[in-house]
């Protein structure tokens, strides 16, 4: 009975961990070799992304949204003093908190210079790199998630 308890609920842990990282969030760093779950929620309105990272515990975080997958952060050392994700993403800057991470992104800053990039993407993606004072980056979050109707229909 015990056995079959213990069982069922390894399945639970390790299904839940599977579901969430199908999600498409993960976490990578410096001590961290795959992703892990991230308790993140992002959804969209007619001019924002919304973003709630409540298990998120970087106190700095550079956040992005992309129209392309992001790339994979450097190995740890001197490449990720400054690292930047590339051109397929648009930088919001830097978000500081010490029990989570909500912010709410307006999505007219994507429209300008890579607007058309954006409306043409089959998905966006939202990149949160955890970085320190020296702007050396520790870890990353990655989702993706649906491009809202109204850019579609653009």
């Known amino acids: 009975m015990r056995s079959r308890r213990t069982g069922r609920v390894a399945a639970l842990v ?3 961990v599977a579901a969430l990282t199908l999600v498409g969030c993960s976490l990578e760093g410096p001590i961290l070799d795959g992703p892990i779950a991230v308790n993140l929620h ?6 924002t992304i919304e973003v709630d990272a409540p298990g998120w515990f970087a106190e700095r975080s ?13 190995e ?15 930088a919001y800057g830097v978000i500081e908190g010490d029990d989570g991470l909500v912010a709410s992104l307006p999505i007219a800053d994507l429209l300008g210079e890579q607007g058309a990039d954006f409306a043409a993407a089959e998905a966006w993606y939202l990149l949160m790199l955890e970085v320190d004072a020296e702007d050396r980056v520790l870890g990353a979050v990655r989702s993706r998630f649906d491009v809202p109707d109204a850019i579609r229909a653009s």
């Open 62 to 74: 550079r956040v992005y949204v992309c129209h392309a997958d992001p790339p994979l952060l450097p």
């Open 76 to 90: 740890p050392g001197p490449d990720r003093l400054g690292w930047e994700p590339g051109s397929a993403c648009h």
């Open 14 to 16: 390790l299904s839940s």
């Open 42 to 47: 992002v959804h969209t309105t007619a001019t």
